[in-house]
């Protein structure tokens, strides 16, 4: 069976967003601790903190509740500031280095894209890219809905669906960054029924040792935009 849809992560894996995101993050707990830009918590006081937590929790809410400690009963609330603050903040994260040709050479298969953070932001930023044409679907984590963000599949079945190819024959790849993306794709592969190969991009050097530990293995792994390429071109001529 032939390849008929390559869904995407958009942070960390199209674009370089970790020092965009810590800066609206920190916009969002000034809601809830107005000192938080100069008694920040241990999680976000650096990049570098902010990069080895986001790494650690499946997802923004246990990132939101543990390391931030804001309570679950407000944790919706958080997420309501997440767009409007992310409007504000008129920077617009890059993609990676060779990322556009890597995405511009994989034309003729389908591609959608699987992500937490909001539609209009990664439009936005897939726009000044210059590959925002190529996506034939974009979840956000609205789309999603709060209680079914990564790990849950629902957000990877509503985007096959919505691209039109659920039902027809074939197989799909997914890209992330994230140990979670992977059970992601774990997860939706057991209600698809078909494989989902799976292939950690790391572009900014977090996982390269770290994703030798993961619970569940990606099938690939790659730290940069040619060898993502070369390997979604592997897989494709191994049928």
Known sequence: MAIKGILWDFDDTLVDSEANNREVILAVLEHFYPDVR???????????????????YKNWQDLYHYAFGIPWDRIGE??????PEQSRNMTIPELFPHMKETVLKLSGIPMGICSQNAKSTIERALSAGGILD????IIGCMEAGFDAQKPDPAGFIMCTERMGIRYIKGEYVYIGDHRDDVTFARNAEQILGEKVYC????????T??????WEEAPDHYV??????FDVIENIK???
Do not use: C, M
């Open 78 to 83: 958080a997420g309501s500031y997440w767009e």
């Open 237 to 239: 001529s191994s049928y």
């Open 208 to 213: 390269k040792e770290e994703h030798k530990k």
């Open 223 to 228: 730290n940069n935009a040619k060898d993502l």
């Open 199 to 206: 292939i950690t991009f790391d572009g900014v050097g977090l």
């Open 38 to 56: 100069e008694n920040p918590p241990e999680a976000i006081r650096t990049l570098k903190d902010y990069q080895k937590a986001n790494h650690k």
């Open 134 to 137: 190529r996506f034939d679907v």
